[in-house]
């Protein structure tokens, strides 16, 4: 393989994991805050926000990552993705300021309720067009070369609102599990129930999702059900139920690590499925990752400076949960 093929290559492979690093990282923040408006009180929803207030605002790091590498190593893609969703991430990008600055000002406020709404909505909201702009991109985008030529609500469908959805699930069980592996006592075992009846809806969920997906195109569902596609996709409906059932498992035996850890393992695992899906498009029907790709030079110019800070993303987001490990209490955070 040569060089013209195998950068495009890598560079979908950085975008990639950096949406992937933030979907996980900032998904049980976000989760966090989608269950605050089920905490009771402001000793529940104070030690909930403790437990990610010192990692909270790194994650976004992730998420400027891959839009920056976006705009960067595949342009065309770029070009056609932000004017088909500049609504939905728009409204994701505001609502992620109303979270921020709720996150900030909530611990210093007398009058907690507008800041402990702001958080709350600014993170159901952020997260359901997060789940809308996955949706877009599985449908398709309707583009001439790297023009997009759609309307400007063709983002909307039954399809995205159902994958919006999904979503705000799917980060509320991380939001769940994570309380559960930070707290202890009654805000603890009020995870778990939260961690059980959510495992639930995303499992209807991811099995609404993954019915929906072969129908949207002949190639999915040729690549979902023709022989021998489906032995290829096999294992990832195989892998979803498997990791479903070691979750519930955990979550009925009171575990404390395995619960999170598991539900990270159930987003790899549809986060693959879906990649598999349109692989190698990176925005379907039309742009692949090689016709979508800047020139070699710019691509080989920019893998240096990924050589020079990709590692020190990754040390500072270790080392920080590294040392904020362990339970949290009210008394921990910002005062």
């Known amino acids: 393989m040569s060089t013209t093929d195998l950068l495009p290559l890598l560079w979908f492979g950085v975008i990639g994991f950096g949406v992937f690093m933030y979907v996980l990282l900032d998904g049980f923040v976000l989760g966090i805050g989608i269950l605050s408006g089920f905490a009771h009180g402001e000793?529940?929803?104070?030690i909930m926000m403790n437990s990610v207030a010192p990692i909270w605002d790194g994650n976004e790091t992730w998420l400027v990552l891959g839009g920056v590498g976006l705009l960067a190593a595949f342009p065309p893609a770029y070009t056609v993705l932000l004017p088909a969703l500049y609504l939905p991430l728009s409204l994701m990008l505001i609502a992620l300021i109303f979270r921020g600055v709720a996150f900030e000002f909530r611990f210093k406020a007398n009058r907690k309720f507008g800041w402990n709404t702001a958080f709350n909505l600014g993170s159901i909201v952020a997260t359901f067009c997060q789940g809308v702009t996955l949706g877009s991109i599985v449908q398709g985008i309707n583009a001439d070369g790297a023009q997009y030529v759609g309307g400007a609500f063709d983002w909307l469908s039954p399809f995205t609102v159902l994958t919006g959805f999904a979503l705000v699930a799917g980060y509320a069980l991380?939001?769940?599990?994570w309380v559960v592996l930070k707290t202890s006592g009654g805000l603890q075992q009020k995870a778990y129930g939260w961690s059980r009846m959510l495992l639930t809806g995303?499992?209807?969920?991811?099995?609404?999702?993954?019915?929906?997906?072969?129908?949207?195109?002949?190639?999915?569902?040729?690549?979902?059900f023709g022989f021998p596609h489906a032995l290829l996709m096999a294992p990832f409906p195989i892998a979803a139920i498997a990791v479903s059932?070691?979750?519930?498992?955990?979550?009925?035996?009171?575990?404390?690590?395995?619960?999170?850890?598991?539900?990270?393992?159930?987003?790899?695992?549809?986060?693959?499925?879906?990649?598999?899906?349109?692989?190698p498009h990176i925005i379907p029907p039309d742009l692949t990752i090689w016709n979508a790709a800047s020139p070699p030079e710019t691509q080989r110019f920019?893998?240096?400076?990924?050589?020079?800070?990709?590692?020190?993303?990754?040390?500072?987001?270790?080392?920080?949960?590294?040392?904020?490990?362990?339970?949290?209490?009210?008394d921990m955070g910002y005062h």
């Open 245 to 279: 059932y070691f979750l519930y498992w955990s979550v009925m035996n009171r575990r404390e690590y395995l619960p999170f850890l598991l539900s990270l393992a159930m987003f790899a695992v549809g986060y693959a499925g879906l990649a598999a899906s349109f692989w």
């Open 302 to 330: 920019l893998i240096v400076g990924l050589a020079i800070l990709l590692p020190f993303i990754l040390f500072y987001t270790g080392w920080s949960y590294w040392i904020f490990r362990g339970k949290v209490t009210r």
């Open 202 to 224: 995303v499992i209807v969920f991811m099995g609404l999702v993954s019915l929906y997906v072969p129908f949207l195109d002949v190639d999915y569902a040729e690549r979902w």
């Open 174 to 177: 991380l939001g769940a599990t």
């Open 43 to 46: 000793h529940e929803r104070d």
